[in-house]
């Protein structure tokens, strides 16, 4: 079975997990260009429960946020990657600009974002805490970011990340 469902497909298996009293973790992001950071961070995220759902940004809403150089991999190819990992149980792509609208269906015992963001703003916390859920933040490895692996290879090669 593919770790990638529709919307419709995740809430069904949701209401599943729930009734067998599994935790449901959910974060969210584009996870261009994987690296450390991300495994280390989407490792420490399935460790609070027992099913980690990832939120993907679909390539529009990326663009939309990130400019139109981004992403640097396709929706695709960015899920297979995700997949492979092991902490990893689930994936969802959502193609508005935050994924409000995704935590509203899933409902997540609890939400994860990176240590970067304030607890206050959060998207989705007040639907999760509103459930009974918990919202966390993970630190996060120090100097990985996709910002930085893309400056490195532009600098590498002589250009410059606009």
């Known amino acids: 079975?593919?770790?990638?469902?529709?919307?419709?497909?995740?809430?069904?298996?949701?209401?599943?997990l729930r009734r067998n009293k599994k935790r449901v973790v959910f974060t969210n992001g584009t996870f261009d260009i994987l690296h450390r950071g991300h495994v280390e961070y989407l490792s420490?995220?399935?460790?609070?429960?027992?099913?980690?759902?990832?939120?993907?940004?679909?390539?529009a809403s990326i663009r939309r946020i990130k400019g139109p150089k981004r992403p640097i991999n396709s929706n695709a190819?960015?899920?297979?990657?995700?997949?492979?990992?092991?902490?990893?149980?689930?994936?969802?792509?959502?193609?508005?600009?935050?994924?409000?609208r995704l935590i509203s269906k899933l409902v997540p015992d609890v939400?994860?974002?990176?240590?970067?963001?304030?607890?206050d703003t959060i998207v989705g916390r007040d639907v999760v805490e509103q459930h009974g859920g918990v919202v966390k933040t993970i630190r996060l490895t120090p100097g990985r970011s996709t910002t930085n692996v893309i400056q490195k290879v532009l600098d590498a090669y002589g250009g410059k990340q606009q």
């Open 111 to 119: 939400l994860v974002k990176g240590a970067d963001w304030s607890i």
């Open 44 to 59: 420490k995220a399935k460790k609070l429960g027992d099913v980690l759902i990832v939120g993907l940004n679909s390539d």
């Open 77 to 100: 190819d960015r899920a297979a990657v995700l997949s492979a990992l092991a902490s990893v149980d689930y994936i969802c792509f959502f193609g508005e600009d935050t994924p409000h």
């Open 1 to 16: 079975m593919s770790k990638v469902l529709a919307l419709k497909s995740l809430v069904a298996l949701r209401k599943s």
